[in-house]
């Protein structure tokens, strides 16, 4: 049993991956007949729709809505982007960083709804941070454009939106493909 939690640990298992585990009897069998050849693992792919249209709360429309393609999850492609202007205490208006993003490619708010639907795919650094994804901008009734963001309230994934009228500082970042 020991030789278990050595090797558990080794492939990065946590405790409440174990404690998860051990309450799944039904699931320890499945990974037994893995284990004898009787079944198979076969990876999940997740793959959203960043060219469809974007979630819409009741009274907003959407301002711009950059298309993303098909993308297939993995969060090592996704980095989170701060302007120099959030740098080292700095706060920058969510209009200016706008503007310095328009040529950058950004992820749009299907991924924030994906990855609300499923939360687990959410890596544990993003959590104390608000990540925005701004190729998708709403308009406010009355015209007021903003920015919505996946954070972690404490004990679950929720989003959020800042006008960009506000300041964005060093907790803001932008979800952006990896290579930029």
């Known amino acids: 049993m020991n030789q278990m939690g050595d090797a558990l640990e080794a492939a990065g298992y946590t405790p409440e991956d174990v404690t998860k585990l051990r309450s799944d009897i039904s699931r320890l069998r499945e990974f037994k007949s893995v284990l004898v050849g009787f079944a198979q693992i ?12 974007p979630f819409c709360p009741d009274g907003w429309t959407v301002g711009e809505h950059r298309k993303g393609g098909q993308l297939e999850w993995d ?3 996704v980095a ?6 959030q740098q080292d ?5 969510g209009n200016q960083l706008r503007e310095e993003l328009k040529g950058k490619p950004v992820y749009n708010a299907n991924l924030l709804d994906y990855l609300l639907a499923h939360s ?4 544990e650094s ?3 941070k608000f990540v925005f994804f701004w190729g998708t901008i709403y308009r406010y ?20 939106l800042s006008w ?3 300041g964005f500082h060093g907790n803001f970042p932008a979800a952006v493909p990896a290579s930029i």
């Open 80 to 85: 989170l982007y701060l302007s120099e202007n």
């Open 89 to 93: 205490g700095k706060v920058i208006e």
């Open 126 to 128: 993003w959590k104390g």
């Open 164 to 166: 960009l009228d506000y």
């Open 42 to 53: 076969v990876v999940v792919k997740h793959v959203i729709d960043c060219d469809a249209d």
């Open 141 to 160: 009734p009355g015209g007021i454009l903003l920015v919505r963001s996946l954070i972690w309230s404490g004990d679950r994934w929720s989003w959020n």
């Open 75 to 77: 969060p090592a492609k």
């Open 120 to 123: 687990e795919l959410i890596p």
